[in-house]
């Protein structure tokens, strides 16, 4: 019998400083949510600092048939998000099996 998967979690933080306006974070922020969405495959939400200009914290997560599996896409993520904000991304990482997760 399988194990039944794994799933990444990861808290997100992106600093835009040049975003002067709100809608000049979303603006920045939108394209980042789709690429994760599209192209990276996870289930994103943003989470907090919703009311400021030039932060936000994205929960994202991410399933794989292993922890190994998961963990490997969650360092392909982190770079992507490292290679586009440089200057300020951070990425808390939590991989848990569905063992973990059923306690």
């Known amino acids: 019998m399988s194990d039944g998967g794994a799933v990444a979690v990861l808290v997100i933080g992106l600093h835009f400083p040049d975003a002067g306006s ?48 998961a963990d490997a896409a969650a360092d392909r993520v982190e770079r992507w998000l490292v290679d586009r904000h440089p200057e300020g991304v951070s990425v808390e990482r939590h991989v848990l099996t569905v063992e973990d997760l059923r306690g």
């Open 22 to 69: 709100l809608k000049a974070k979303r603006a920045a922020l939108r394209p980042v949510t789709a690429q994760l969405r599209g192209r990276l495959g996870l289930a994103v939400a943003e989470v907090d600092h919703q009311d400021l200009w030039q932060r936000a914290t994205l929960t994202a997560a991410l399933c794989a048939s292993s922890p190994s599996l």
